[in-house]
């Protein structure tokens, strides 16, 4: 059995569709510690670990790039210029340390490589785009700086169940090839 080589369309379209969601959910406060953005962003994490762990790093920078393109074209329409230029610079940064961080890791065991990528990564992510996002505006920015932070950690925890699931459906593919 011969499998299809894998292709970025869906890594690309999942990046896009995690950080488009995410920049529109963001303006949306639960309460003073935490907006909606906090829940769907971690998402990109596993989009990136995922790729990066099929189909190596310079793909996974590739997914991110095209991704953030696009991503940052469709949130200055659907959400705001400060938004997209702040969640573009910080997705940017975060992302490509999540790939750095995890291809040096990535013959440890199963999860160090997505747990220790994806925190430092998310912790990178925060403070760039809270920041660049709501500096200045008179919103509590600080306070859902640090309520978001502490729900893509425990996203990154939770999302270590659907990575492993995901690299094993991907490893008995191979396997069987």
């Not at 991704?67 to 230029?85: D, E, H, M, N, Y």
């Not at 610079?89 to 975060?94: E, S, T």
């Not at 997505?114 to 008179?138: E, K, M, Q, Y």
């Amino acid at each position: 059995m011969v499998l299809a080589k894998p292709t970025l369309a869906l890594p690309i379209a999942a990046m896009t569709l995690v950080v488009v969601a995410s920049n529109i959910l963001v303006q949306f406060p639960i309460n003073d510690w935490l907006t909606w953005g906090a829940f769907t962003y971690p998402f990109s994490f596993l989009v990136t670990d995922l790729t990066n762990r099929r189909m190596g790093p310079a793909a996974a920078r590739r997914a991110v790039y095209v991704g953030f393109a696009i991503a940052v074209v469709l949130s200055i329409a659907l959400a705001t210029p400060r938004i997209a230029l702040a969640s573009g610079m910080a997705f940017l940064v975060a992302q490509l340390l999540d790939i750095t961080v995890f291809n040096r890791m990535r013959l440890m065991n199963w999860w160090k490589a997505p747990l220790a990528s994806g925190g430092l990564a998310a912790v990178c992510d925060t403070t760039a785009f809270f920041g660049i996002a709501f500096a200045f505006t008179g919103l509590p920015w600080m306070s859902w700086a640090a309520g978001d932070l502490m729900v893509k950690g425990t996203m990154i925890l939770l999302l270590l169940a659907p990575y492993r699931a995901l690299m094993s459906r991907r490893d008995i593919a191979a396997a069987a090839a």
